[in-house]
């Protein structure tokens, strides 16, 4: 069974940075080289991508996160950082992190991120 845990969220102040991590358990991660993603949901709002990398590293970000955020994974560690920087009011939001390979899909329990002054 694949189970995704998500740490490092928090309260930071506006332009301060976070490091979120993921990691990941289960069979799947031993046999295959996953995909991961990070996505948010902000109050009121539906969830959105903030960043994807593959399973050959090449990367994807929302144009409201590019250039501020960058994610980056440890294949031996099963484990997906999103590190956080210049973090804006609107960055508020839970975090999830995803992962998968083919059709399967994984989410972890989400981790709240709080940018306030």
């Known amino acids: 069974q694949v189970q995704l845990v998500e740490s490092g969220g928090g309260l930071v102040q506006p332009g301060g940075s976070l490091r979120l991590s993921c990691a990941g358990s289960?069979?799947?991660?031993?046999?295959?080289?996953?995909?991961w993603g990070w996505y948010r949901r902000a109050p009121g709002k539906q969830r959105e991508l903030v960043a994807t990398?593959?399973?050959?590293?090449?990367?994807n970000y929302a144009d409201s996160v590019k250039g501020r955020f960058t994610i980056s994974k440890d294949n031996a560690k099963n484990t997906v950082y999103l590190q956080m920087n210049s973090l804006k009011p609107e960055d508020t939001a839970v975090y999830y992190c995803?992962?998968?390979?083919?059709?399967?899909?994984?989410w972890g329990q989400g981790t709240q991120v709080t940018v306030s002054s």
């Open positions: 289960g069979l799947l991660f031993s046999l295959y080289n996953m995909r």
């Open positions: 995803n992962s998968g390979i083919h059709s399967l899909d994984y």
């Open positions: 990398i593959t399973s050959g590293g090449s990367t």
